[in-house]
């Protein structure tokens, strides 16, 4: 596994967590970075996405405003910033390589997930 995924945990309904996504290769510094989530019986569902150098992001509708999607390439490393956590957010988070400098949903490697828990 090329991309390291974590900071997944349990976190009442309000607070916050940051994921981390760390490449420790180098492998994929000039690809864009996009986190997704999954719970049990559903299709993967896009969350947020990051460029090589960080100048453009996307979100999707249920997380834009709440989630911060950053990427420090010293560290080789990309984070998701989540606050106002809801019950819904509940679900395992990934983070996966696109093949392209900027985000093209083409995913072409991923990380293991993290396992995010909201209690309400």
């Known amino acids: 596994v090329q991309l390291q995924a974590s900071g997944g945990g349990l976190v009442q309904a309000g607070g916050s967590l940051r994921l981390s996504c760390a490449d420790p290769?180098?492998?994929?510094?000039?690809?864009?970075v996009a986190w997704f989530r999954q719970t049990p019986g559903k299709e993967r569902e896009f969350v947020a996405a990051?460029?090589?150098?960080?100048?453009?992001?996307s979100y999707s509708d249920a997380v834009k405003g709440r989630f911060t999607i950053s990427r420090d390439r010293a560290k080789n490393t990309v984070y998701l910033q989540m606050n106002s956590l809801k019950p819904e957010d509940t679900a395992d988070y990934y983070c996966?390589?696109?093949?392209?400098?900027?985000?093209?949903?083409?995913?072409?490697?991923w990380g293991q997930g993290t396992q995010v828990t909201v209690s309400s």
């Open positions: 996966a390589a696109d093949r392209r400098a900027m985000y093209s949903n083409s995913p072409q490697s």
């Open positions: 290769r180098r492998t994929f510094s000039n690809n864009a």
């Open positions: 990051i460029s090589w150098n960080g100048g453009a992001t």
